[in-house]
């Protein structure tokens, strides 16, 4: 009882340290903590403004905006394994990121926007709200049949006498997409529009964008012995794997800006350079390189990370160790090996000790 109190306690304490006061991002701090969203509404009574309300009005999607901004997290440290910087939540280091406005910055409030998104909008979908559901198809024109016309009923050639129906459960993304805006947009200092606010604000909404503008048809046949005289179609999230590959496409082009006179525009930095738009990552300041720890950027160094000798990339040693060189390491770990199949249906398998070589940063 007494380590959970000090750990909500720690999660507050950076919740006053952080600038833009997101409420996703602090629990997604915490990510390896599940707390339960009424022990940190309580607490969030103490902080005015926008979030306590919220929290304290819609308690059930507090609960899933925690969910969708942990799936963020763990979807940027999957994206950015063999990075230098691999999005590790190890609280101090993490919250200094977050008050940078680098492209890692970018790419955190953007995969924690579009976690909640995902999240909000995949628990309509699954009956856990009473505010939502399946997406209201009615007043929608009947869909038309999915470009790729990779269908099972191969016989029954495109189109005549098939009917197409909106049906199923279809995703509401619309929903999960304003309560996203409604959690992470909310601002604690009320009115100030300085950069990094509309910075944050695009790459929030830039994460939002790359689940709900990439929605897909899914669609069923009925019919009588395998014909296809009936489709119902209904619309789908993307995976959230999906929604990371692009989001990381979007890092590795992300546009560098800077405030313009008004302090309420962005302008491009460079010349001839295409503004971006809203589905682009945005950044003002230059990254650090990430090479060797250091507290005022969140930097935790490469020292001691897994490395491959072989590789060419950003994975290679020679990169990811900044040129420090590596050392070998054999390690001894335990596998599943020989695995059997026994009708039906038990896997059984033995462990065996495996060795393997690793390169290690120095
Ligand atoms: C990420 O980097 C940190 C520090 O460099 C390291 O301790 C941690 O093991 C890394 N995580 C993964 C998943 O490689
Ligand atoms: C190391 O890099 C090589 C070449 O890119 C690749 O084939 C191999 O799978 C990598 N090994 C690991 C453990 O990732």
Redesign the pocket.
């Known amino acids: 009882m007494t380590v959970r109190l000090s750990r909500i306690q720690l999660a507050l304490f950076f919740i006053l340290l952080c600038p833009v006061n997101i409420i996703g991002l602090w629990w997604a701090v915490g990510s390896p903590l599940v707390m339960d969203p009424n022990s940190i509404c309580r607490k969030a009574k103490r902080l005015a403004g926008k979030q306590a309300e919220l929290c304290q009005t819609q308690p059930e999607i507090v609960s899933e905006v925690a969910k969708g901004a942990r799936l963020g997290v763990r979807e940027c440290q999957y994206q950015f394994r063999y990075r230098r910087w691999n999005c590790t939540s190890h609280n101090k280091y993490f919250g200094k990121i977050l008050q940078q406005d680098i492209r890692e910055t970018a790419f955190v409030y953007a995969i924690t926007a579009a976690g909640v998104t995902h999240a909000v909008t995949q628990a309509c979908s699954m009956g856990d709200l009473l505010q939502c559901g399946c997406e209201a198809t009615r007043n929608r024109a009947p869909p038309r049949p999915p470009s790729s016309s990779s269908s099972s009923s191969s016989s029954s050639s495109s189109g005549e006498g098939v009917k197409w129906e909106w049906g199923g459960c279809g995703d509401d993304v619309e929903f999960g997409y304003e309560k996203s805006k409604q959690f992470m947009d909310a601002k604690r200092r009320r009115g100030k529009s300085d950069i990094r606010t509309l910075v944050d604000l695009h790459n929030n909404e830039a994460g939002r964008l790359a689940v709900k503008l990439y929605m897909r048809t899914e669609c069923k046949c009925h019919g009588l012995s395998g014909s296809c005289t009936l489709r119902t179609c209904w619309k789908k999230m993307p995976h959230f794997r999906e929604v990371g590959d692009r989001l990381l496409e979007r890092f590795n082009g992300a546009s560098k800006v800077m405030g313009g006179n008004d302090g309420k525009t962005l302008i491009p930095v460079g010349q001839n350079i295409k503004p971006p738009d809203k589905q682009d990552l945005i950044y003002s300041d230059e990254s650090p390189d990430f090479c060797l720890a250091n507290r005022k950027t969140g930097s935790l160094g490469t020292r001691g990370r897994i490395c491959?000798s072989?590789?060419?990339?950003i994975?290679?040693c020679d990169l990811l160790c900044c040129e420090r060189g590596y050392r070998e390491e054999t390690v001894v770990f335990e596998e599943n090996c020989l695995c059997r199949f026994h009708w039906c249906c038990v896997v059984q398998c033995k462990k065996c000790l495996v060795q393997k070589e690793l390169s290690l940063c120095h």
């Not at 072989?310 to 990339?313: C, H, K």
């Open positions: 491959n072989t590789a060419m990339d994975s290679g």
